[in-house]
């Protein structure tokens, strides 16, 4: 277990943002994680868990606690059942099992961050959601004091939630086990449409499982959603806001508002909210930032809107986390002023908050 002080986090997030932590832990086994975890708890320090940074905007200040960065592998297939530590790099792991035949995850590629941070945010793109092939997650219950096993239904997964997010502080993630399918070498049927039309098919049907992995990460890369050190684009923690759900009445009211400024001709996007909000509507975050006025490519200074994606906020590379959230503060304003929806951060915020 490698230790060190006034250590920069900047550099564990994609976003390259945010000052040093009091103490940086970073651990490889599930037991020196347990360990970190229990000294901080019983002195009373602050802990940050840290998997990819993928997820997390860290003010300039910096940690004044324990920042504990966990860094543990493991892949284990088994048949059609998969363990990953939580240390696993995900986009890795996606594409060994692309690589195994096995469907469930394979439009999850390219997605930056770890594998124990997947439930947390109940990750999804492109028509999946790990909630749809989670089904166990082992983690350390701070509160317990123990190593607990958590079912599918004890994760509470809704759209970008779940039990761990609803209680940040009780759950450190430690491994979790999937159910995937082996369809002879096909994935698991098209459910977005733009993925479907990318490779000619229809939604519903089944393409070689390397065919969908490739198209997802050519359809992600064209919206700067492929990590690139070397593309500014891609410094970012990928959609910055998650796409609105609203009851009725608020859908109402927000179309009156689409009518008044935009025409009577425009339709704004419209979606089943899914399980965990029947009777909902979820409408697009990005089509909401872009007809505010926040185009590809908004800004002048070293925080922008990435020129390939409105819901990606981008560090161009002299960034501080103020300048980032300046930006979002002025994305937040206009998109509600324009249409009376308040925008929710998808990234977790530490000793800042919008």
């Known amino acids: 277990m490698q230790v060190l002080h006034d250590a920069p986090l900047a550099p564990l997030t994609t976003f390259r943002l945010g000052g040093p932590a009091d103490r940086l832990v970073t651990a490889t086994t599930d037991a020196e994680v347990i360990d970190a975890v229990r000294e901080a708890d019983a002195t009373g320090t602050p802990l940050l868990v840290i998997g990819g940074g993928s997820n997390l905007v860290i003010g300039d200040k910096g940690f004044a606690g324990t920042a504990l960065r966990i860094a543990t592998t493991g892949f284990e297939l088994t048949g059609t059942t998969l363990e990953l530590a939580a240390g696993e790099v995900w986009t890795d792991a996606v594409a060994r099992t692309v690589d195994a035949g096995l469907a469930g995850i394979e439009c999850l590629a390219g997605i930056p961050g770890s594998a124990g941070a997947t439930p947390i945010q109940n990750v999804g793109a492109y028509g999946q959601e790990v909630s749809s092939t989670i089904t166990e997650v082992i983690a350390y219950d701070r509160r317990a004091h123990e190593t ?31 159910a995937l399918e082996d369809a002879g070498g096909l994935s698991a049927p098209l459910k977005y449409a733009e993925t479907a039309r990318a490779l000619g098919v229809e939604p519903g049907d089944r393409v070689p499982l390397a065919e969908a992995r490739e198209t997802v990460l050519k359809l992600r890369a064209g919206k700067g959603m492929v990590l690139d050190p070397e593309d500014h684009d891609t410094w970012s923690a990928g959609s910055f806001f ?13 179309h ?32 909401l930032i872009d007809k505010a006025g926040f185009t590809k490519g908004y800004g002048t200074g070293p925080a922008r809107i990435s020129t390939k994606h409105t819901l990606a906020l981008t560090n161009r590379g002299e960034a ?15 998109v509600r002023e324009a249409f009376g929806i308040t925008l929710v951060n998808e990234p977790v915020t530490v000793g800042v908050s919008l």
């Open 148 to 178: 607990v096993t958590l079912t599918n239904a004890d994760c509470v997964f809704t759209y970008r939630h779940s039990r761990f997010k609803a209680d940040p502080d009780r759950y450190v993630v430690l491994r979790v086990r999937f």
């Open 256 to 287: 009156a508002r689409v009518r008044a400024r935009l025409g009577d001709g425009v339709e704004p996007p419209a979606y089943p909210a899914g399980p965990g909000h029947p009777g909902h509507t979820k409408t697009s975050a990005a089509w």
């Open 242 to 254: 998650t796409n609105p759900i609203l009851t009725d009445e608020q859908f109402a009211a927000f």
């Open 320 to 334: 501080t986390t103020e300048d980032l959230l300046a930006l979002a503060r002025e994305v937040v304003a206009g």
